[in-house]
């Protein structure tokens, strides 16, 4: 019996499948097997393909959707894990034994997620995301306000996919989202670790498409999840706030393809949604706004749009966004182990914030600053 399966689904990936296949094939790892579906592919990509007959399962279909794609790839699979690549992403050298080898020592754990690094269509690396431990544990709480993952920095055993049925086959988009959350409701024992396993691929189909139907859909899976009897009621309560976090992320995402009406009227539902966020001089949109700019979807004109857009119902809004963004500033450098930014970021937040001279965490961690190394003890709440 094969330790791994790799799943790779794939329609007119020809540009792209064969580094997504040499990033498998050149792993540390070698108890593996690769399963590619084309799913009714109209270039080459047979053509592209045939050098690796022999070293692969390629299986046809006629074109459905990627969620059944990937079903289709599971059903023909026989590893105890299931490893998904898309066709125009890649693993990096240690991504199998690194996951296999967590799983294998941790058995009860039904799903380990890793770090990933974003790349362009050139493969030049422009952006990377760390998992954060500070407790490695996945809840459905966590997945809820922070998600997971790229398919592709996740490692499953088998039996959990199965338990839960798969991808659902009606998703178009945000299906391993969907998939997520079931697992989680289902019970599944979800893990983090912190090494970068994989390289997810941002070019021009998925930078520049309006992100409206990618939403819509995850949208729904949040509903569908709120809506499960599993779902605890203190998160179900919760529905108002998580709807508007998600109508913000797509706003940015609007934003960044210059569909500004679009962007507006997310701010706009999002603030229906919550009105919350805009007490305290607009902390709690701030806090939101500066988090989503440190993702690579992220626009840097977002804040600037939030304080044009309410500079009459929140004047001081500019020095909220400002003074959060140097607190994060100052925690990620403390993460870091920068004493140069943690000292600066400290004044910068103590003259904008006079309550932060009070703030014991933020003492502690800038006396590490000045002559010792710099090491967060605890995740602080600003």
Known sequence: MTTVSVVIPTYNGARYIGRALDS????????????????????????????????????????????????????????????????????????????????????????VASGFQYIDQDDSVIGEHVPAVTDSSISIESLLLGGLAPVHAVLLRRCWLDAVGGFDAGYAFCEDVNLWYRLALAGCPMMREQTIVCQYRLHSSNMTRSPAQHFRYSRRALKEALDDPRMPSELRSKESQLMAQRYLAEATRHLRGQWL????????????????????????????????????????????????????????????????????????AAFNHDASTVRTAWMEVARRDPSWLVNRGAWSLLRRGFGHRVVPEATVTH
Not at 35 to 57: A, F, M, N, W
Not at 72 to 99: H, N, R, W
């Open 24 to 111: 498998v094939l050149a792993q540390s790892y070698h108890d593996y097997e690769i399963i590619v579906v084309d799913d009714g592919s109209t270039d080459h990509t047979r053509e592209v393909l045939q050098p690796y007959d022999g070293r692969i399962k390629y299986i046809y279909q006629d074109n459905q959707t990627l969620p059944v794609a990937r079903n289709t790839g599971v059903a023909a699979a026989s590893g105890e894990y299931v490893a998904f690549l898309d066709c125009d992403d890649m693993f990096l050298p240690a991504k199998l034994e690194i996951q296999t080898r967590y799983l294998i020592s941790h058995g009860n754990v039904g799903l």
């Open 261 to 332: 009406d679009q962007a507006h009227r997310c701010v706009d539902r999002a603030l229906e949604l919550d009105p919350e966020l805009l007490s305290r001089n607009g902390l709690g949109l701030a806090e939101l706004a500066v988090g989503l700019l440190s993702d690579v979807w992220g626009d840097d004109g977002f804040a600037e749009l939030l304080i044009h857009k309410l500079m009459d119902v929140l004047p001081s809004f500019r020095n909220t966004v400002e003074t959060v963004a140097a607190k994060k500033r100052f925690y990620d």
